[in-house]
């Protein structure tokens, strides 16, 4: 029943085309997991490339799939990893469900995310050059055993105006779609290298009272 509980706070819904073939990631308890990116469509035509981590109970991962359209149902999970001398905040959405779809179906959304958790670090509001309000909240979602995920979300607008006045350790609920942008992250004054970010875009989001 915990657990049911726990998966129920960090829901993840996705329709989309394997771009890769399986690596493999780690092993316990003699399951494995691998990894693969899936492509998943945006409204504006442009995609996303999201990292799936998938168990070898689930699918075959001798097979290369690249090019099918599977729907997965997970959760977004986090795990810092360390490099570089410190700690680097690693994303992917862990599979619990995996079926092949024949298409996308029209009118359905094919990216959806629901997070039940708390904010974890005062919340960073600014607004663009062109005057687009951004908040970005970073927020704890529990995990059985005393785990956490750590979830990067980025707000705009009224939601932005509204989440810049959480404080850390606001319970809250938030919905939206799971994105991909690229950055450059500057290694030295020589040396640069272009990077992914994976963050929560928010399409609506709940201040609930404090348990």
């Given at each position: 029943m915990m657990i049911d509980k726990v998966i129920e706070n960090n829901q993840v819904a996705m329709i989309g085309t394997i771009t890769a073939p399986f690596r493999f990631s780690y092993e316990i308890f003699g399951e494995?997991?691998?990894?693969?990116?899936?492509?998943?469509?945006?409204?504006?035509?442009?995609?996303?490339i999201i990292p799936l981590m998938v168990s070898n109970r689930l699918m075959d991962v001798t097979e290369d799939y690249t090019g099918s359209?599977?729907?997965?149902?997970?959760?977004?999970?986090?795990?810092?990893?360390?490099e570089e001398k410190r700690n680097r905040l690693v994303l992917s959405v862990f599979a619990r469900?995996?079926?092949?779809?024949?298409?996308?179906?029209?009118?359905?959304?094919?990216?959806?995310i629901f997070l039940d958790g708390y904010v974890?670090?005062?919340?960073v509001y600014r607004k663009t050059p062109l005057g687009r309000e951004i908040a970005?909240?970073?927020i704890a979602v529990n995990r059985p055993y005393g785990k956490s995920d750590y979830i990067?979300?980025?707000c705009w607008g009224r939601n932005a105006r509204f989440a810049s006045g959480f404080e850390v350790g606001t319970h809250t609920q938030i919905w939206g779609r799971i994105q991909s942008?690229?950055?450059?992250?500057?290694?030295?004054?020589?040396?640069?290298?272009?990077?992914?970010?994976?963050?929560?875009?928010?399409?609506?989001?709940?201040?609930?009272?404090?348990?």
């Amino acid at each position: 029943m915990m657990i049911d509980k726990v998966i129920e706070n960090n829901q993840v819904a996705m329709i989309g085309t394997i771009t890769a073939p399986f690596r493999f990631s780690y092993e316990i308890f003699g399951e494995g997991f691998y990894m693969t990116e899936i492509e998943v469509r945006r409204l504006s035509e442009s995609t996303d490339i999201i990292p799936l981590m998938v168990s070898n109970r689930l699918m075959d991962v001798t097979e290369d799939y690249t090019g099918s359209m599977i729907k997965v149902m997970g959760q977004f999970r986090s795990y810092n990893r360390h490099e570089e001398k410190r700690n680097r905040l690693v994303l992917s959405v862990f599979a619990r469900e995996v079926e092949f779809a024949e298409e996308e179906e029209p009118l359905v959304k094919t990216n959806q995310i629901f997070l039940d958790g708390y904010v974890c670090k005062p919340p960073v509001y600014r607004k663009t050059p062109l005057g687009r309000e951004i908040a970005d909240l970073l927020i704890a979602v529990n995990r059985p055993y005393g785990k956490s995920d750590y979830i990067p979300c980025i707000c705009w607008g009224r939601n932005a105006r509204f989440a810049s006045g959480f404080e850390v350790g606001t319970h809250t609920q938030i919905w939206g779609r799971i994105q991909s942008r690229e950055y450059i992250k500057k290694l030295s004054e020589e040396e640069q290298e272009k990077r992914v970010a994976y963050e929560v875009s928010v399409s609506k989001l709940e201040a609930l009272e404090i348990d």
